[in-house]
Nanobody
Framework: QVQLVESGGGLVQPGGSLRLSCAAS????????MSWFRQAPGKEREFVVG????????DYTYSLKDRFTISRDNAKNMVYLQMNNLKPEDTAVYYC????????????????WGQGTQVTVSL
């Protein structure tokens, strides 16, 4: 069973940056499509960005494309989310998720989830 562990969340001022990391236990990590989701209080979990197993293809929520960047290092079984120019509306718990076959932005399509890391954007 794949285990995902996120880190890197915290409190940041508006306009600041954070880099989230997700460590995966799976030996065949490069075969997994990996994504970041987020869930704000009182809202449904939403797709942020995903990356193919090779890292060559990415899928972004259009409104976040200019500020967020996903990357992965298959040699280290790691996925990253670089978030720049953060806004208060980016406050949420951020989740790393993985699925075996192909891209998807649907929560139910993912088999594996991390425990989440809190990102709070506030003065």
């Amino acid at each position: 069973q794949v285990q995902l562990v996120e880190s890197g969340g915290g409190l940041v001022q508006p306009g600041g940056s954070l880099r989230l990391s997700c460590a995966a236990s799976e030996l065949t990590f490069s075969s997994y499509y990996m994504s970041w989701f987020r869930q704000a209080p009182g809202k449904e979990r939403e797709f942020v960005v995903g990356i193919s197993g090779s890292g060559r293809n990415t899928d972004y929520t259009y409104s976040l494309k200019d500020r967020f960047t996903i990357s992965r290092d298959n040699a280290k079984n790691m996925v990253y989310l670089q978030m720049n120019n953060l806004k208060p509306e980016d406050t949420a718990v951020y989740y790393c998720a993985g699925r075996r076959y192909g891209a998807s932005s649907y929560v139910r399509a993912y088999d594996y989830w991390g425990q989440g890391t809190q990102v709070t954007v506030s003065l």
